[in-house]
Every structure is written in structure tokens, then in C-alpha cells.
């Protein structure tokens, strides 16, 4: 006995998912590019940057004195802790609040000294998503708040926001067209797991700030950390001026 082939028929919407699905893999990784490349719009701009790599170099933070002063300056600060010269970079850490003191979590030599923020409000400090760069011995990272579970192990950290870069991309709340511009400064983790620490060398918008960093810096994660009264001093270099008193400080060291 002869068997007849049997015919199988293809709804017409699965044929056409079908038909267009060789395109739709074509274009992917076209637009996957487009999400994470940038483009400066102040193709002028510079930053001031230092590399530090926390498995051969020391990166610490400084908020008060052991007689419980604030040491309040990079002068005064570089002044007490820097007579060997072991400091390599130093620059103002994250946002503080009216009574100078850290405005969320800020941990040093492994003490808690102001617990973690999650409170909304106005200011650079609340624009989402908020983050905090840590260390764990010779362990650097950048985590956002929504994704901080525990202090546990921290050595030093402090809080700030908002987070510039997450996993690469540019926080989308960031845009080209934005027209507010200051100095800015940040702390950022590169492909290679080193930090990197930067400035703007004049006023610019986040946008732009986060795209040299990801462009020119291969920085993947990134925090913003403050703005207008931002120094950093880099060893062989001056100690720069301050106008307003800082309260965290970061300083990078000779191990």
C-alpha cells in the first residue's frame, strides 16, 4: 500500500514572523550598538583623569580628624597624611548636606559613620538611579542603589548620585540637549577593573561627561559625585585652591 506524503501548512502570521526573522537578527546587534555608543556634543571637551588600580595602589577616604574635626580642605588634609609623599591623587568625594556632613552612606576604615539614604528629593544627589563606590580590600566597585543589599565587608564607601553609566550605557535620564553645564567630577570602573577618577576641566552637562568617560576612558560603570566646588590634586601638581570646604575626601596612595 502506498502512503501519501503528508502536507503541513504554516499559518500566514507564523510565515510572516518567519520571512522577517533572518532581518530581525540582521539589525540587532546594529541596534545594540546604537543604545550604548554616544556622541559629545562639546567635541572640545577635556577631563582631568587618574587610573588607579586598587590591587597595586591604596584608595582611601578621609572625613574627620582623630580629634573629631573635619579636616575641611585637600590642603589640610595632604598637610597631615601626606609628609611621605604617598599620595598620588586626592579630589572631594560625594554630596554633603547642610550640617556638613555626608548626605548618604559614607563608611570609613570599615566604620559606618552615616547609614545609606534611599529618601527621594530634589537635586543631583536624588536624580535616579543613586549609587555608591566601595571597597572591599583590594576590591573597587560601583553599585546602584536599587541593587545595594548589604554593607557587609566594606571598608570604605560613600554615596552620591546619580549613577552616569550602568553596565556600559549612559543613564537615560541624561541628554545631549541638556543645558545645564558645570564642573563636574566622578569615579568610574573601567573594562579592566581599574578606577578611574575624573574632572571636567571646564563646565559641561552629564551627558557629555558620561560620553567622554565611556569613549575616551573605557569607563563601564560610572557615579557622579559633585559638581561646582570640585578639585583634584595629582602628585607633582599643587594643591588647587578651595572657595567651599569639602567633608569626604578619596585620596589614592603608595601601598
Known sequence: ??????KTRTSKPVARLLKSLPLAL????????AQTSCQ??????TLQSYTADPHQERIAMYWRKPDGKDYGSLRALLSTI????????AMNGGIYDKTYAPLG???EKGQQKVAVNRASGGGNFFIKPGGVFYLRGEQAGIVSLDKLKSTKGMDYAVQSGPMLIENGVINWRLKPSATSRKLRNGVGIN??????FMQSARETNFYDFACYAKSR???QQMLYLDGTIS???QQGGSVPWQYYPFVSMITVEKR
Not at 540582521?26 to 550598538?33: C, V
Not at 573594562?191 to 578611574?196: F, N, S
Open 1 to 6: 500500500m502506498k502512503t501519501r506524503p503528508v
Open 26 to 33: 540582521a539589525i540587532m546587534p546594529a541596534l545594540a550598538a
Open 40 to 45: 559629545l556634543t562639546d567635541a572640545t571637551l
Open 82 to 89: 601626606n609628609g611621605d609623599g604617598r599620595v598620588r591623587m
Open 105 to 107: 552612606l559614607y563608611i
Open 191 to 196: 573594562a579592566q577593573g581599574k578606577v578611574v
Open 217 to 219: 576612558l573605557n569607563v
Open 231 to 233: 578639585k583634584m590634586y
